[in-house]
């Protein structure tokens, strides 16, 4: 069965640090998003992606955080300069129509110290 | 603003059955999922209700009413690895975009005892 990867499945950085977490998502979706959970709480939505673009972001999705798709396959969100309050786990998700349910990445547990 | 409500806790005997009950209030309603997620996994879809009525799904069943903001899950059968926490989330149609984020409520954590 087809499922969304992502990689690493936990990171460790530095605060100030650069990092650029992974995904692929299942080959015949087209539509993208990024999430985030912070431990013990609720999974909030960060950026949805399609065609190429952007199609929303949420208030947390500030000029440190950036999305691409720089090949057929690959989906990634970079975050600029990390801050301690990054720490969290980044679940990515896909689906194949904006009403079809989204699957979600195994998830890339990001450690800021 | 937007606001999605469901128990924090609940525990339930194996065999038995269990209703998880979400109410909700936003703006642009494009239907409501409920995902099962087990500590430290991702979610994984369960069900998805846009009209009201009851969708049934071997073991799960859910329910919506669009006019009460209201949804339940309900499980049946219950298996002690249904121990997890049941995530109500509903899809928020982008009126100037293509996709529709879904927002979720903090998850009900089910516990399932012998």
């Known amino acids: 069965e087809p499922e969304v990867t992502q990689t690493p499945s936990h990171q460790v950085t530095q605060m100030g640090q650069e990092v650029i977490l992974r995904c692929v998502p299942i080959s015949n979706h087209l539509y993208f998003y990024w999430y985030r959970q912070i431990l013990g709480q609720k999974v909030e939505f960060l950026v949805s992606?399609?065609?190429?673009?952007?199609?929303?972001k949420s208030e947390i999705f500030d000029d440190q955080f950036s999305v691409e798709r720089p090949d057929g396959s690959n989906f990634t969100l970079k975050i600029r300069s990390t801050k301690l309050e990054d720490s969290a786990m980044y679940f990515c998700?896909?689906?194949?129509?904006?009403?079809?349910?989204?699957?979600f990445g195994p998830g890339t547990r990001l450690t800021v110290l | 603003g937007q606001n999605i409500d469901q128990p924090t806790e609940m525990t339930a005997t194996e065999g038995a059955i269990v209703q998880i009950n979400c109410t909700y209030q936003?703006?642009?309603?494009?239907?409501l999922f409920w995902y099962q997620q087990h500590a430290g996994e991702a979610p994984t879809f369960l069900s998805y209700n846009v009209l009201d009525g009851l969708e049934e799904k071997g073991r799960f069943s859910s329910f919506l009413s669009r006019s009460k903001g209201y949804s339940y899950l309900l499980l049946k059968e219950l298996q002690m690895k249904d121990s997890a926490s049941y995530l109500c989330a509903v899809s928020h149609l982008n009126y100037g975009g293509a996709t529709n984020k879904l927002i979720f409520g903090t998850g009900t954590l089910l516990a399932v005892q012998p």
């Open positions: 992606f399609y065609n190429n673009e952007i199609s929303e």
């Open positions: 936003t703006s642009g309603f494009n239907g």
């Open positions: 998700a896909s689906s194949e129509s904006p009403n079809n349910e989204q699957f």
